[in-house]
């Protein structure tokens, strides 16, 4: 068995992998940028070694440091988690010439798998069904949107290297593709190193669904059955789920069947994942539309998935313990007659983002960061504690949260109450977005499929009257009175916080050097706001020095942070065509020039951040009176870019 283990990894996969490691009785050495010098996985390790500067290209896809790091501690083996290195064959090699365990597939399967075109074609070659598209080497602009034609739109470019979302571009008319195409190449070149793609057939009403693999140097391999992972945005996913919603004996015996004849195609060893797409358009009936004979390969990925904790609640399997077993050569701990479906479970993903900025990454403190305790039926995956950092340097994902139960229903309310459970402030975040989404009637009655949270992004937006609940709570805390109640079945205040620290169910200390008054002035959210106050509430004179004070209020996921100040106070407002920049990044194309006339929803420039490209549109009709942004620049934060005035003639 390996004894020691460097993770070449950060955040929540890393402090997963250490997990296992230390109830293996494994030494754990990981591996630490700049800005993750003091991140919750170097804290928990055994010991950790400084290979560079924050941006990841600088650090965590250095090869050469993390093997350099991995020799100089005295580790027998490097575990690659998910993400930077995981899929990269020849670091994978690089390690194994380097004399150490790589704990993950032979590079040869990397390679095989790891560019979807190539892929496809081995296992259409293998007997597995493979999606209609486009998979060649000719990448000429004009003949790629020739390809699309003849394929019919709508149309699917992906880069051949993708994943997590990323170089992948929808496109439902000829005149879109060449931007679609341009940006796809530009997104993938950033990402991936690699402007290759191909074009596929989108699939109406699609699911996504994946089956966990697993194989070892004896010859052995099995599948762990399948996830559901069709709720996403921007293709990226969002709520993940095992077993698939709707997938019968017949149609799960088959698809499993596929998985593992493409894993035995490339001679797989370790953990991985075939991620098929299905065509469920046809719901004669009212069923689920699954059907084995409208299922298709999508991609293999060649290592351990973000979503993995769900496959493991149903199984009662470690996918990490089997990860480090097999790559210390023993076989499977069991055969696939001694694996057994129990259960339900449901994985959501906690991003710092912000749902109502079209879910733009949030950096920052983490001044509150509060979850429900897990417990029998619940777990929370993570990569960081209150008081850590958000940087804008990699995924800004906070947490994962498991819930695991006999029925889907169960999981539902369990995983709504530790949602509901969850408070994260200042920094925005997607926990209130994800307890509506699993609390929507659609999701109830199993009707899942990729496109679901485009297509009810309305009904998906913060309530108004759970805001004015909370605006009214953030009045009563302030004046001092309990809280108490529900909104609907389900509000209740959770958690109050302030300057001092954590605050239950009241919350003291908050006056202006005057009387008070019948109207409170708050800033909320960068709006001033007057809030009228029963006349009984007026009970006490402040005394303390204090101009401003804040507070914050928590419910369903939600959060409202008040700043009071005097009636003459308060600083002036943004002007509405103010164009800032929502977070640190590189402006990779400007589209206007200053005195340009544009409308209302036209494209301005593209800021790329975190691996990914935003588009920065007109608020409204007008002309573009400031311009200070230009290709190539780097800008921080609120960073204002253009300035509309509007016309008025």
Not at 159 to 183: N, Q
Not at 203 to 229: A, K, M, S, Y
Request: charged share 25%; net charge negative.
């Amino acid at each position: 068995m390996i004894q020691s283990l460097l993770i070449a990894n950060r955040g929540e996969i890393a402090c997963r992998i250490i997990r296992t490691a230390r109830a293996m009785g494994i030494r754990t050495v990981a591996v630490y940028s700049d800005a993750d010098a003091k991140a919750l996985h170097v804290r928990q390790a055994d010991e950790a070694v400084h290979i560079g500067a924050s941006p990841a290209r600088e650090s965590y896809l250095v090869g050469e440091k993390i093997i350099a790091a991995a020799l100089a501690t005295k580790a027998e083996a490097i575990h690659p988690g998910y993400g930077f290195l995981s899929e990269n064959a020849e670091f994978a090699q690089a390690v194994i010439d380097a004399g150490l365990i790589w704990v993950g597939p032979r590079p040869a399967s990397i390679t095989a798998m790891g560019l979807k075109d190539a892929a496809k074609k081995l296992m259409a070659e293998a007997g597995v069904p493979v999606t209609p598209g486009y998979m060649g080497e000719k990448q000429d602009p004009a003949f790629l949107g020739g390809q699309a034609a003849e394929i019919g739109y709508p149309v699917l470019i992906k880069a051949v290297a993708g994943g997590g979302g990323k170089g992948m571009r929808k496109v439902e008319d000829a005149v879109d593709f060449a931007d679609a195409l341009a940006s796809c190449q530009r997104e993938a070149t950033a990402s991936f190193g690699n402007a290759h793609v191909l074009i596929e057939k989108y699939i109406p009403r699609p699911r996504h669904i994946e089956v966990q693999v697993f194989g070892d140097t004896h010859g052995n391999i099995v599948h762990l059955f399948e996830r559901d992972c069709s709720l996403q945005r921007r293709h990226q996913k969002v709520i993940e789920e095992a077993p698939a919603p709707g997938m019968d004996e017949a149609t799960r015996d088959q698809l499993c069947a596929a998985a593992v004849k493409a894993a035995k195609a490339v001679d797989y060893v370790g953990a991985g994942t075939i991620e098929f797409i299905a065509d469920t358009s046809d719901r004669e009936g009212g069923g689920s539309g699954l059907r084995a004979d409208r299922i298709w390969f999508m991609e293999m990925n060649t290592r351990l998935q973000v979503e993995h904790p769900v496959t493991e609640e149903i199984t009662g399997v470690d996918l990490v313990e089997w990860q480090l077993r097999v790559a210390s050569g023993e076989a499977l701990p069991k055969r696939q007659d001694e694996l057994s479906i129990n259960g339900w479970a449901i994985e959501a993903r906690l991003y710092a983002e912000d749902p109502s900025n079209n879910f733009l990454p949030s950096i920052g403190l983490l001044d509150v960061l509060r979850k429900r305790q897990s417990g029998r039926k619940a777990r929370t995956d993570t990569g960081v504690e209150q008081g850590d950092v958000i940087s804008p340097f990699y995924d800004p994902m906070i947490a994962k949260e498991i819930v695991h139960c006999e029925t889907r229903a169960e999981c539902i309310g369990e995983l709504s109450e530790a949602l509901s459970k969850t408070c994260v402030a200042p920094v925005k975040t997607n926990v209130g977005f994800l307890y509506r989404l699993i609390r929507h009637p659609d999701f109830i009655a199993k009707q899942v499929y990729t496109g679901f949270i485009d297509e009810r992004m309305a009904e998906l937006r913060v309530d108004e009257r759970l805001r004015e609940r909370l605006l009214d709570d953030l009045v009563t805390v302030i004046w001092g009175r309990e809280i108490t109640g529900y909104f609907g079945d389900s509000f209740k205040l959770e958690y109050l916080w302030d300057h001092s620290g954590p605050v239950w169910r009241r919350c003291e200390g908050f006056r202006l050097n005057r009387e008070w008054q019948q109207s409170l002035t708050l800033r909320v959210d960068g709006q001033t706001i007057q809030r009228e106050v029963p006349e009984d509430f007026i009970t006490r004179t402040v005394e303390n020095n204090q101009e401003s004070s804040s507070v914050t209020v928590f419910g369903q996921g939600e959060f409202l942070t008040a700043s009071l100040r005097s009636d003459g106070g308060g600083s002036g407002h943004a002007h509405d065509g103010d164009i800032l920049s929502p977070m640190p990044g590189r402006i990779i194309a400007v589209e206007v020039a200053q005195g340009q006339v544009v409308t209302k929803g036209q494209k301005l420039l593209t800021l790329e951040a975190m691996k990914m490209e935003h588009s920065l549109t007109a608020p409204f009709d007008g002309v573009v009176a400031e311009l200070n942004a230009e290709a190539g620049a780097q800008v921080q934060v609120e960073a204002l870019l253009v300035r509309i005035e509007a016309n008025n003639e």
